[in-house]
């Protein structure tokens, strides 16, 4: 199969591969895909206090082309809010990279890993403030039992 | 060392420089028809065709009347097994085959199924090849025909011909073997193997492309075979056409070198299959060898890379000829029909990849692509989310992967 320069570069230097700690609180995980259909993408995404995505890691398993979508999606992400992240389309990466349409699935598989990384970070984020919230309240409880007493 | 490296010859081969040479004067000076009984061209081209039915036919230990020339080893497919299967269509309509054989087969049987045919695909082992049992147990008192390839296309086993032939013959059904992978490149004997009809291909054997014949049967039993191609009754009847001189001569040829040759040939290409083998192992881990070993035609080698995907590598060896059977290389997005035919898992089947040695392959050629395979490979798995998760300790197979 003939694939366009772009894939043939982001597959020969592919941008941000690596690893962040999925345990930070402000990195969100996306793992999507499957072994036994031959790709599996993982997308790794920072974001800072104000929603903004500061570093963007992927690792991927699959084809050149979907090791080059989930490469041109860090690139794109980076210094987007998660809300803009989140409109980012599989037929904007197909698009950029002149998928064929047997790859087109690359591109799809691509924007999951977006989608699912930012519903990971903000799972993480909506724990962390119940949390802080529950422990607000026990607090103010203990606080209120000991002004009645 | 000149690049790209051809290493695919299970797909092609290059043709041989002296099969080149004995075609050329038959494009220019002999280039009469084989039809035309009239005048010396004809008559020189007809004799050139004979000469190499007895260079095609030694070569399988068969008479010269028995060979047909076709267009290549799909035509030679279709014809034994829907001409045998028409043929015979009053004594039965079931039809035995295996799982691994060519989509030439598999389809030809599949247009069977349609006109109202019964067809049984016999399951392969996991080190790909198919029991003689298995075959005597799937053949029914109205089976007609039994087709097993000699050497798989793509984990190159090889079959058991001669205890599958001895079945059917105890049985009166006809054996085709669709020999295409093996003929030329391992002994082959159709009086031996009890075989009736056997597909065979010029270009797989340093011959050209278009050309291929069909072994008939003519003696214990005469076999015989409804023509698909009707006109002027070239090959006595059972394949019309104007023959194709030229690639007829260097078929013959291409036969002639094989037979002379295939001892010392198949002891060189086992002899660099293993270097690479070894080299791959001691050097990559997690790898695995598709199909059994020890059945296996000298010059294959299918490996399993585990976490790294078959088209990706394919990429990344951009300078050597490969194929994988992986899904990302099909239009189906299927993987390989054959590795999962021999239980192979899916993810496995999507890292594969097929190693063709031939006749034109050094030893130098294959230290480059071992050590270009080593550093491929690690490079990316270094981008393999899979395996950084099996290095952790996970295990893949636990986590409820959403299929897509």
């Known amino acids: 199969m003939a694939y366009s320069g772009k894939v043939i570069d982001h597959y020969e230097n592919p941008r941000n591969v690596g690893t962040l700690d999925k345990n930070d609180p402000s990195v969100g995980t996306g793992l999507v895909g499957a072994p036994a259909c031959g790709d599996v993408m993982r997308l790794q995404l920072k974001v800072s206090e104000a929603g903004i995505i500061e570093d963007a890691k992927f690792k991927t398993f699959g084809c050149g082309s979907a090791i080059a979508s989930s490469s041109l999606v860090t690139e794109w992400v980076k210094g987007k809010s998660i809300d803009e992240a989140g409109q980012i389309r599989n037929t904007d990466i197909a698009k ?25 970070f903000r799972k993480k984020r ?22 009645t007493a | 060392m000149k690049l790209p490296i051809y290493m695919d010859n299970h797909a092609t081969t290059a043709v041989d420089p002296r099969v080149v040479e004995a075609m050329l004067p038959y494009f220019t000076d002999d280039f009469g028809n084989a039809a035309s009984r009239n005048h010396a061209f004809g008559w020189k081209a007809e004799e050139a065709c004979d000469y190499a039915r007895e260079q095609i036919a030694a070569l ?31 004594k039965g309509r079931h039809v035995v085959t295996t799982k691994i054989e060519h989509k030439a087969v598999l389809d030809s049987c599949h247009r069977l199924l349609r ?55 105890e049985k009166g059904v006809i054996f085709h073997s669709d020999a295409v992978q093996g003929v030329g490149k391992l002994p082959f004997n159709v009086d031996e193997m009890k075989v009736d009809l056997v597909s065979m291909s010029a270009h797989k054997m340093y011959g050209p492309k278009g050309v291929g014949a069909l072994y008939v049967r003519r003696k214990n039993p005469r076999v015989r075979l409804q ?56 050097n990559v881990d997690e790898v695995y060898v598709n199909g059994s070993l020890e059945h296996r035609l000298p010059g294959n080698l299918n490996v399993s890379f585990s976490y790294v995907e078959g088209e990706a590598l394919l990429m990344a060896l951009k300078e050597v000829a490969v194929s994988s059977g992986s899904a990302c290389t099909s239009a189906s997005l299927e993987p ?44 990316l798995r270094e981008m393999s989310p899979l395996y950084e998760m099996a290095r952790e300790g996970i295990d893949l197979k636990k986590i409820s992967w959403a299929a897509h």
């Open chain 1, 96 to 120: 950029e990279l002149s998928l064929p349409p047997v790859k087109i699935h690359c591109s799809v598989l691509a924007e999951d890993a977006i989608k699912a990384a930012i519903e990971d």
């Open chain 1, 126 to 147: 909506d724990e962390k403030r119940n949390h802080r919230d529950t422990e607000k309240q026990s607090s103010d409880e203990e606080e209120k039992k000991r002004v």
């Open chain 2, 60 to 90: 399988i230990g068969a008479s010269e009347k028995e060979i047909v020339f076709t267009s290549g080893a799909t035509e030679s497919d279709n014809l034994a097994i829907k001409g045998a299967a028409e043929f015979y269509k009053e």
């Open chain 2, 115 to 169: 006109e109202g045919w019964e067809v049984t695909f016999v399951d392969v082992g996991r080190d790909g090849r198919v029991s003689a049992e298995a075959i005597a147990r799937a053949i029914r008192p109205d089976t007609t025909v039994v087709s097993v390839m000699f050497v798989n296309n793509e984990v190159g086993t090889v079959q058991p011909i001669a205890e599958i032939g001895k079945v059917c013959k």
């Open chain 2, 227 to 282: 023509p698909l191609i009707d006109g002027g009754g070239h090959e006595r009847g059972l394949r019309s056409g104007t023959l194709n001189v030229p690639a007829i001569v260097g078929f013959g040829k291409a036969c002639e070198i094989a037979r002379a040759e295939m001892a010392t040939e198949a002891a060189r290409l086992v002899g660099l299959r293993e270097r690479l083998r070894k080299k791959i192992f001691e």
């Open chain 2, 336 to 379: 390989s029909y054959v590795l999962r035919a021999l239980g192979v898992e899916e993810e496995l089947a999507h890292t594969s990849i097929r190693f063709g040695i031939g006749r034109f392959n050094t030893e130098e050629e294959i230290d480059f692509v071992a050590n270009l395979v080593e550093e491929k490979v690690k490079r």
